[in-house]
């Protein structure tokens, strides 16, 4: 059974920085694209960014330059490093792993920052 278990979220404050961590169970993790995606209430689930097996990575234009994504495969897990945040990154951040036809997605962590 595949299992994504994000964690790291929190409060807090603009300008403060985060690490996400997702741990993933139940896959072969080193075959699959690894990616951070979020929500914010009202709205539809956005891609922030993704990490490929070769580790190229790319970022949505509104986190380029603040936040970075890692993986570390002895580990199974995958972390989204989250700086200079701001109030409009306040949201769940859910990770998702996909190899071809196949994705699954953790539960989330919120992050909320507060202005």
């Known amino acids: 059974q595949v299992r994504l278990v994000e964690s790291g979220g929190g409060l807090v404050q603009a300008g403060d920085s985060l690490r996400l961590s997702c741990a993933a169970s139940?896959?072969?993790?080193?075959?699959?694209?690894m990616s951070w995606f979020r929500q914010a209430p009202g709205k539809e689930r956005e891609f922030v960014a993704t990490i490929s097996r070769g580790d190229s990575t790319d970022y949505s234009d509104s986190v380029k330059g603040r936040f970075t994504i890692s993986r570390d495969n002895a580990k199974n897990t995958v972390y989204l490093q989250m700086n200079t945040l701001r109030p409009e990154d306040t949201a769940d951040y859910y990770c998702?792993?996909?190899?071809?036809?196949?994705?699954?997605w953790g539960r989330g962590t919120q992050v909320t920052v507060s202005s």
């Open positions: 139940g896959l072969t993790f080193s075959n699959y694209a």
């Open positions: 998702a792993a996909k190899w071809f036809s196949n994705t699954f």
